[in-house]
């Protein structure tokens, strides 16, 4: 992966995101944030039923679009992340800021916080 492309990975916010529809096998692209927290790749959202959750759950492959500096389709596997350490590090990291000033609790973030580690398939 070029630097430009690491960089835009790991600084631009915004991406789209592609999984499959658990029900219909079709492709589904949703506009969402992607946190890199020391290093890592993650997703989250506030509390409440994720159609993107259920689809990567139902099937974990994904790819990852970047579109402001740098414009690529990275290919990508998603795993929930369940620890409850590693919940605690990425929702109380500054990248989570915007979350934790959504009105829900930092209980409830930490309990019920849609949250995966996004891995790419092909560096």
Same mark, same amino acid.
């Given at each position: 992966?070029? #630097?430009?492309?690491?960089?835009?990975?790991? #600084?631009?916010?915004?991406?789209?995101?592609?999984?499959?529809?658990?029900?219909?096998?079709?492709?589904?692209?949703?506009?969402?944030?992607?946190?890199?927290?020391?290093?890592?790749?993650?997703?989250?959202?506030?509390?409440?039923?994720?159609?993107?959750?259920?689809?990567?759950?139902?099937?974990?492959?994904?790819?990852?679009?970047?579109?402001?500096?740098?414009?690529?389709?990275?290919?990508?596997?998603?795993?929930?992340?369940?620890?409850? #350490?590693?919940?605690?590090?990425?929702?109380?990291?500054?990248?989570?800021?915007?979350?934790?000033?959504?009105?829900?609790?930092?209980?409830?973030?930490?309990?019920?916080?849609?949250?995966?580690?996004?891995?790419?398939?092909?560096?």
């Amino acid at each position: 992966m070029d #630097e430009a492309t690491f960089k835009a990975l790991h #600084e631009d916010v915004t991406i789209d995101l592609t999984t499959t529809g658990r029900t219909t096998g079709q492709p589904r692209r949703i506009e969402i944030w992607l946190l890199s927290v020391q290093g890592r790749l993650f997703i989250t959202g506030t509390p409440g039923p994720r159609d993107w959750l259920a689809n990567l759950i139902s099937d974990p492959k994904c790819i990852i679009h970047l579109k402001q500096r740098v414009h690529a389709d990275l290919e990508a596997h998603a795993g929930l992340v369940t620890d409850p #350490e590693l919940r605690k590090r990425v929702l109380l990291s500054d990248e989570a800021t915007w979350y934790r000033n959504q009105g829900d609790t930092l209980d409830d973030l930490l309990n019920d916080a849609p949250l995966v580690e996004i891995t790419l398939t092909n560096p």
